[in-house]
């Protein structure tokens, strides 16, 4: 086998097996460099040594067999991959919402206050905007942490089936989601599970309202609930589509 | 580092005390110090020369070396030299390694607690 072919077929192993690109690449170059140097100290440019210089080296699937190993002794996420793609994506979600609920209670309360305080009158753009507003309360934390689940398992080359797990684990979680919001003091009524619902509030009294969070499925499930469930899966999809076409790219450039 | 198969399993942490003690001495890159490391053992242990990249890599990640791109006989290489981190881990690696070696020839010629069982 040539230099060259020993590194195409190193590259392609190290490809394969969802390394980086940027570490393929620096290995790749400090390999090519190696056996440069091998050459340089043989004095010799002989097709034949060109062709036997590689056995020192090892096999390429030898060498890419240790770098992935190495490569993954580096990252916390491939050592503890139970913690990191089950454990941590749940409470990452637990969190998120909790962060989500406190943003919008604040965000409520300042409109409240920018409003004069009497909430006689929600500002129609919010009304507008609100049942969209409720859901991506929801959603944003189950995007996030997919997305960031993904990105983890990208960078410590792990596969796809730790991330599509943890992927799952988040769309079942996140489809039994609910988020159900009744503000009051709307000239158009309340909003309920992001619906209006006719409600008159006594005149003269604040606006009140509730927010509840709770888990739920039926046999129909909400709108909300479907796209919940389906934006997990729908990264993990985009993160293994991303996945093969860059090793693909990667191996052709190669 | 992958050991060939002439290398028994036990060597293992063996390269990493090896890599850390020789650049220790001096800043080199990859193929020198391959060659260093095989003028320094007599060839006695054979090692997979491409397996000593990833160690190195995984030795920069956690610190314990620094690379940095230097010209070297006109070429620019990528130069590893012992992080104070991995100055550290070396006395620590240096202290155990003789521990055991002293353990091992101690119950391989025999000690005093190895006679008195087999008595």
């Given at each position: 086998m040539d230099a060259q072919q020993w590194l195409n077929q190193l590259r392609a192993a190290l490809s394969r097996q969802n390394l980086p690109p940027f570490y393929v690449e620096r290995f790749v170059t400090e390999l090519s460099d190696h056996i440069t140097d091998s050459l340089e100290d043989r004095m010799s440019t002989d097709a034949k040594d060109l062709r036997h210089f590689t056995s020192p080296l090892g096999t390429p699937a030898a060498v890419a067999a240790a770098a992935i190993g190495e490569f993954r002794k580096r990252r916390f996420s491939s050592r503890h991959p139970v913690l990191m793609f089950v454990v941590l994506p749940i409470l990452s979600l637990a969190v998120g919402w909790i962060a989500a609920v406190l943003l919008f209670v604040l965000g409520a309360q300042a409109i409240v206050w920018l409003n004069g305080?009497?909430?006689e009158r929600w500002p129609q753009w919010l009304i507008a905007i609100f049942p969209v507003l409720t859901g991506a309360f929801v959603l944003s934390p189950i995007a996030l942490v997919a997305a960031l689940v993904c990105r983890v398992a990208g960078r410590a080359a792990i596969g796809w089936k730790w991330p599509l797990g943890a992927c799952v684990i988040l769309a079942l979680i996140g489809g039994a989601a609910l988020f159900d919001v009744k503000m009051t003091g709307v000239d158009r009524g309340v909003l309920h599970g992001t619906q209006f619902h006719e409600a008159n509030n006594p005149p003269g009294t604040p606006p009140n309202g509730s927010l509840a969070f709770g888990f739920g499925v039926n046999t129909h499930p909400r709108p909300w609930q479907v796209v919940q469930f389906s934006v997990p899966l729908a990264i993990c999809g985009l993160f293994v589509w991303r996945q093969s076409s860059q090793r693909r790219q990667h191996v052709l450039a190669g | 580092m992958a050991l060939r198969k002439s290398n028994p399993a036990f060597l293992n942490g063996v390269p990493e005390l090896l890599i850390l003690e020789l650049l220790s001495r001096r800043p080199m890159h990859g193929y020198e110090l391959v060659q260093t490391i095989r003028a320094a053992t007599d060839g006695s242990l054979e090692f997979?020369?491409?397996?000593?990249y990833p160690i190195l890599h995984r030795l920069e990640s956690d610190k314990l070396l620094a690379a940095s791109k230097e010209t070297v006989s006109g070429r620019v290489r990528l130069v590893y030299r012992v992080a104070p981190k991995g100055k550290a881990q070396l006395a620590d690696s240096v202290s155990a390694w003789r521990r055991v070696v002293t353990a091992i020839d101690t119950a391989l010629e025999g000690g005093a607690h190895g006679r008195a069982a087999v008595a």
């Open positions: 305080g009497s909430g | 997979g020369e491409g397996c000593v």
